[in-house]
């Protein structure tokens, strides 16, 4: 192995940790109430300044939700990919191209639907639990995140009926978890074509 390929494989492990602390950034951002004291002020000021390249983006603004930090993690996980694809191979081609815009798009979707699919398991074992959530922010949080999400894929099942909130839930949970286990799938087949 090469000089050029070990620095590769470590940039690409960079990226990935840097991603995985934007993550950790997003998922404190839903928890404005709560303070998490030094650690959290140090993940901000590592995160915060690659945030803010895309925060002020319409585009990635839709009514009160704020998509730019998809935005950014999409953008870490191309450059991730094409680090890891040179390290491994030492050339891109048309093929390598088609790929990298495949896995990151799935990516980016995976990203979301994970997300979603923590946020509605954690709604789905405080009912289950019957946990009282009424009063916290912690929940109303989850709750703000989860209830569009939610709604949306019982319609698409259920579009003209009624259906219990355990129900749905458990619908979504599984919809999200076959969702990311196809983009996955996907992402695994177009790496495939690769070789």
């Known amino acids: 192995m090469s000089i050029f390929e070990v620095v590769l494989?470590?940039?690409?492990?960079?990226?990935?940790?840097?991603?995985?602390?934007?993550?950790?950034?997003?998922?404190?951002?839903?928890?404005?109430?709560?303070?998490?004291?030094?650690?959290?002020?140090?993940?901000?000021?590592?995160?915060?300044?690659?945030?803010?390249?895309?925060?002020?983006?319409?585009?990635?603004?839709?009514?009160?939700?704020?998509?730019?930090?998809?935005?950014?993690?999409?953008?870490?996980?191309?450059?991730?990919?094409?680090?890891?694809?040179?390290?491994?191979?030492?050339?891109?081609?048309?093929?390598?191209?088609?790929?990298?815009?495949?896995?990151?798009?799935?990516?980016?979707?995976?990203f979301l639907f994970g997300l979603f699919a923590v946020v509605t398991g954690l709604r789905l074992v405080a009912y289950i639990i019957n946990a009282d959530t009424y009063y916290s922010p912690f929940w109303r949080a989850i709750d703000a995140v989860s209830a569009p999400v939610i709604y949306r894929i019982t319609r698409i099942f259920f579009p003209r009926r009624v259906v219990r909130y355990k129900t749905s839930l458990i619908l979504s949970l599984t919809t999200l978890i076959v969702s990311v286990g196809g983009l996955t799938a996907l992402t695994l087949f177009a790496s495939r074509l690769l070789r």
Do not use: E
């Open 9 to 110: 494989r470590v940039l690409s492990v960079l990226v990935s940790l840097y991603s995985t602390l934007i993550f950790i950034r997003i998922i404190l951002t839903w928890f404005p109430g709560v303070r998490f004291g030094l650690p959290y002020q140090i993940l901000a000021s590592i995160t915060d300044p690659f945030l803010y390249l895309f925060s002020g983006v319409r585009f990635f603004r839709v009514g009160n939700m704020d998509f730019s930090p998809i935005a950014a993690f999409v953008l870490l996980s191309i450059v991730g990919n094409i680090v890891l694809v040179l390290s491994k191979m030492g050339y891109i081609s048309l093929a390598i191209i088609a790929y990298l815009g495949i896995s990151a798009i799935s990516a980016a979707f995976s």
